[in-house]
């Protein structure tokens, strides 16, 4: 016996009952992002790979054991993408749209890590990715997160809470990593085995350990907002008035480091305790060297990602609906006359009522056949056309989902008739 082809492991498929969902929050999440003057940028899902080494940084997990890694026909590295950050930044480079010039962007795709599937995590998943290039901030800050408080406020969704840190600017953060060091150190002993390699490369990323047996040796850490420079605590506090006088809660986390490499001062992340462990459903912060580092003009920029897999588990389980994705009506036909009248009565429909999802029975059956179809494909109506119909010029109009009457209707009266009823 033939083995049935799987998919590769940790990337799904979005089938259709899914898929309307998706495009529901896909479209609100766009309402949202655009009514606060983001332009949508469309960008390869293909880079070098140097631009993530470069950007996210070579000691992190995403760098060091999760892309997806090829040399291609030319000899080149190609990479994945596994976030868009990075593609943003390059592509607001090598399309000057960085010159003097400030951009609020966004982008909506798959990305791609090589992480153990499970519940909310996969290889490849999809973000929502906003950014904002040539802002200093913080008023900016606070827009990008009062921007995701809209979004949950519009989809109803609760569960949903919102934490903030400050990572200050790379002097005070490598005076906070000496002192990471110097503590971490001194109970090595009670570290793991990914924790002590950090410590050498990079151990701001053990306070983001998912480890729970490490979570007493990191609440001991010395606490990064202590170490702040002047200019970094001004910004944050004028955040934090900011998000007050918007009404918007948040805890301070002074553990929150985020992932990647090239944050500075602001970081935030949006958690949810409604999906286990993958907490995480949208999270940000403030790169202010990045442009520069990938070679263009220093620019200040900030941006946040959000996980649409984990927005749409989030949506569900808060109780959200989606639209249906099933026909408006279904077209039931016997006979030849019919059948042939019914092809023009579909096209007039979809000519004459906007938006109308007309399915035609193809491929003939009796009447009842067609009407358990009609039934199975979740349309609002039947329409019934047969010989009696055509000798008449009417057709039959059959409730599928409601107790009103069967009817017949004068075939002039069928778009008047429908419209109202469907609007
Ligand atoms: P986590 O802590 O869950 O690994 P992260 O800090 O790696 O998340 P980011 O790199 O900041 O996440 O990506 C932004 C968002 O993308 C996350 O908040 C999450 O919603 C989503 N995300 C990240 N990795 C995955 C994944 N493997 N599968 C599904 N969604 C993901
Ligand atoms: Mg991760």
Same mark, same amino acid.
């Given at each position: 016996?033939?083995? %049935?082809?799987q998919?590769?492991r940790?990337?799904?498929?979005?089938?259709?009952?899914?898929? /309307?969902t998706?495009?529901?929050?896909?479209?609100?999440?766009?309402?949202?992002?655009?009514?606060?003057?983001?332009?949508?940028?469309?960008?390869?899902?293909?880079?070098?790979?140097?631009?993530f080494?470069?950007?996210?940084g070579?000691?992190?997990?995403?760098?060091?054991?999760?892309?997806?890694?090829?040399?291609?026909?030319?000899?080149?590295?190609?990479?994945?993408?596994?976030?868009?950050?990075a593609?943003?930044?390059?592509?607001?480079?090598?399309?000057?749209?960085?010159?003097?010039?400030?951009? %609020?962007?966004?982008?909506?795709?798959?990305?791609?890590r090589?992480?153990k599937p499970?519940?909310?995590?996969y290889?490849?998943?999809?973000?929502?990715?906003?950014?904002? *290039?040539?802002?200093?901030?913080?008023d900016?800050?606070?827009? #990008?997160?009062?921007?995701c408080?809209? *979004?949950w406020?519009?989809?109803?969704? %609760?569960?949903?809470?919102?934490?903030?840190?400050?990572l200050?600017?790379?002097?005070?953060?490598?005076?906070?990593?000496?002192?990471?060091?110097?503590?971490?150190?001194s109970v090595?002993?009670?570290?793991?085995?990914?924790?002590?390699?950090? =410590?050498?490369?990079?151990?701001?990323?053990?306070?983001?350990?998912?480890?729970?047996? =490490?979570?007493?040796?990191?609440?001991?850490?010395?606490?990064?907002?202590?170490?702040?420079?002047?200019?970094?605590?001004?910004?944050?506090?004028?955040?934090k008035?900011?998000?007050?006088?918007?009404?918007?809660?948040y805890?301070?986390?002074?553990?929150?480091?985020?992932?990647l490499?090239?944050?500075?001062?602001?970081?935030?992340?949006?958690?949810?305790?409604?999906?286990?462990?993958?907490?995480a459903?949208?999270? !940000?912060?403030?790169?202010?060297?990045?442009?520069?580092?990938? !070679?263009?003009?220093?620019t200040?920029?900030?941006?946040w990602?959000m996980g649409?897999?984990?927005?749409?588990? =989030?949506?569900?389980?808060?109780?959200?609906?989606?639209?249906?994705?099933?026909?408006?009506?279904?077209?039931? *036909? /016997?006979g030849?006359?019919?059948?042939?009248?019914?092809?023009?009565?579909?096209?007039r429909?979809?000519?004459?009522?906007?938006?109308?999802?007309?399915?035609?029975?193809?491929?003939?059956?009796?009447?009842?056949?067609? #009407?358990?179809?009609?039934?199975?494909?979740?349309?609002?109506?039947?329409?019934?056309? !047969?010989?009696?119909?055509?000798?008449?010029?009417?057709?039959?109009?059959?409730?599928?989902?409601s107790?009103e009457?069967?009817?017949?209707?004068?075939?002039?009266?069928?778009?008047?008739?429908?419209g109202?009823?469907?609007?």
């Amino acid at each position: 016996m033939q083995v %049935k082809p799987q998919p590769i492991r940790g990337m799904n498929d979005t089938l259709p009952d899914a898929a /309307v969902t998706w495009r529901f929050l896909e479209t609100v999440v766009r309402e949202v992002i655009e009514s606060y003057g983001y332009r949508e940028i469309r960008l390869p899902l293909l880079e070098q790979t140097e631009l993530f080494a470069r950007s996210i940084g070579e000691a992190t997990d995403v760098v060091e054991k999760e892309m997806y890694t090829f040399v291609d026909r030319d000899g080149d590295s190609i990479t994945l993408r596994p976030e868009a950050t990075a593609s943003m930044v390059r592509a607001g480079i090598s399309n000057g749209l960085l010159h003097n010039q400030r951009q %609020k962007l966004w982008t909506n795709g798959p990305m791609f890590r090589h992480e153990k599937p499970q519940k909310g995590r996969y290889r490849q998943f999809h973000q929502i990715d906003v950014e904002a *290039m040539g802002f200093a901030g913080p008023d900016i800050d606070a827009e #990008l997160i009062i921007l995701c408080a809209r *979004m949950w406020q519009r989809l109803g969704i %609760k569960r949903i809470w919102l934490e903030i840190n400050s990572l200050g600017s790379s002097e005070t953060r490598e005076i906070y990593r000496n002192a990471l060091i110097k503590y971490f150190s001194s109970v090595k002993n009670q570290l793991d085995d990914d924790s002590i390699r950090r =410590l050498e490369t990079n151990p701001l990323r053990i306070l983001d350990s998912k480890n729970p047996d =490490l979570q007493g040796v990191i609440e001991q850490a010395p606490n990064m907002l202590e170490f702040l420079d002047t200019e970094s605590e001004a910004h944050f506090s004028q955040l934090k008035v900011a998000l007050d006088a918007a009404g918007i809660e948040y805890r301070v986390n002074s553990r929150l480091v985020r992932g990647l490499d090239y944050y500075n001062r602001t970081v935030f992340e949006w958690v949810t305790d409604a999906l286990g462990s993958q907490g995480a459903v949208c999270s !940000g912060g403030r790169y202010d060297g990045l442009v520069q580092k990938l !070679g263009g003009k220093t620019t200040p920029a900030i941006g946040w990602a959000m996980g649409v897999e984990r927005l749409v588990m =989030l949506y569900q389980t808060g109780g959200g609906q989606s639209p249906s994705n099933s026909p408006d009506v279904y077209l039931a *036909m /016997v006979g030849e006359p019919a059948e042939r009248r019914g092809m023009d009565v579909a096209e007039r429909l979809r000519d004459e009522i906007a938006g109308i999802k007309v399915e035609m029975n193809l491929g003939g059956g009796s009447f009842k056949s067609q #009407l358990k179809r009609a039934d199975k494909s979740g349309a609002q109506y039947a329409l019934v056309l !047969g010989d009696d119909e055509i000798e008449n010029n009417c057709i039959g109009l059959k409730p599928l989902r409601s107790d009103e009457q069967q009817c017949s209707l004068a075939m002039e009266r069928l778009i008047d008739t429908l419209g109202s009823k469907l609007n």
